[in-house]
């Protein structure tokens, strides 16, 4: 098996309309907290080819979808069924496509935003190394940061998912998840892929290639907060989910009977 790892910078103009937290806010763009990224895990194994984008956006449109398909299928052999595209369903981040009151659509950010997406593609397949081992599991998080908006006692998944490839001659690619939407800045003004950046931002710094794939998020929101004391909690609610992520980690062996992906890193489906 080998896997590579690729992203490129997605982030908008200042003065775009921000997506999420209600209707004809006009919500615009007056600074940048962290930069967006489209991040992409290649992999091969057996001659197939698997590719997995996940950008920091509220969720992307079809046109865009079927431009990254054909590039992995032109350039890489990617067949479209072998490719997963999703989004991290930041609040803070611009609209991709049309949704009445939820955030004006910037047509020339959005007709270039594509590039820098197929770009992460090509830099993920550049990257592919031997995978020497991987880890994976599942761990419940620590502390109180996440809440069933629509029913107090309603279902929560307490679990932080993930994955981890260790790579010959590469730097080791980590996968987490935590079903939870991107919502922990509140109405902020800037731009920010919010706490699902921050656990990216957390994992490069421990030396990894991060990716961050939310889960069903449904009606689970983090719990609410003073502004004032936003970003600390942010702050919390990502080391806890690195935490987690960390304490997940399992050995697991790289192959099964047939020689197909372990079940863990099957992309498709994903659940």
């Known amino acids: 098996m080998?896997?590579?790892?690729?992203?490129?910078?997605?982030?908008?103009?200042?003065?775009?309309?921000?997506?999420?937290?209600?209707?004809?806010?006009?919500?615009?763009?007056?600074?940048?907290?962290?930069?967006l990224f489209a991040r992409v895990l290649a992999l091969e194994e057996d001659g197939e080819r698997y590719a997995a984008l996940c950008c920091d956006a509220l969720g992307l449109n079809a046109s865009?979808?079927?431009?990254?398909?054909?590039?992995?299928?032109?350039?890489?052999?990617?067949?479209?069924?072998h490719a997963m595209i999703v989004s991290i369903h930041t609040h803070t981040g611009p609209a991709f496509k049309y949704h009445e009151g939820c955030g004006q659509v910037?047509?020339?950010?959005?007709g270039r935003a594509a590039r820098p997406m197929l770009e992460a593609c090509d830099r993920a397949f550049a990257d592919l190394a031997e995978v020497t081992g991987l880890w994976a599991g599942s761990s419940a998080l620590s502390g109180n940061f996440a809440y069933n908006r629509a029913a107090p006692d309603g279902p929560l998944d307490?679990?932080?998912r993930g994955f981890r490839l260790e790579r010959h001659g590469a730097p080791p690619i980590a996968v987490a998840s935590f079903a939870c939407h991107a919502v922990a800045r509140g109405r902020s003004s800037a731009i920010s892929a919010d706490y699902p950046g921050r656990v990216c931002a957390l994992l490069e710094a421990r030396g990894f290639r991060p990716i961050y794939w939310n889960g069903l998020c449904g009606d689970i929101d983090p719990l609410p907060c003073e502004e004032?004391?936003?970003?600390?909690?942010?702050?919390?609610?990502?080391?806890?989910?690195?935490?987690?992520?960390?304490?997940?980690?399992?050995?697991?062996p790289l192959s099964v009977s047939g020689g197909r992906l372990p079940w863990r890193l099957r992309l498709l489906p994903v659940t």
Request: glycine share 8%; hydrophobic share 45%; aromatic share 10%.
């Open 2 to 35: 080998r896997a590579g790892w690729g992203a490129g910078d997605i982030t908008p103009p200042l003065g775009v309309e921000l997506a999420g937290y209600g209707y004809y806010l006009e919500r615009r763009a007056t600074s940048v907290d962290d930069p």
């Open 106 to 110: 910037d047509p020339d950010y959005v």
């Open 228 to 252: 004032a004391a936003r970003d600390a909690r942010l702050e919390a609610f990502a080391q806890a989910i690195v935490s987690a992520y960390e304490a997940a980690q399992r050995p697991c």
């Open 158 to 160: 307490p679990l932080v």
């Open 64 to 81: 865009i979808a079927a431009q990254v398909k054909a590039h992995l299928s032109a350039r890489w052999a990617v067949p479209a069924d």
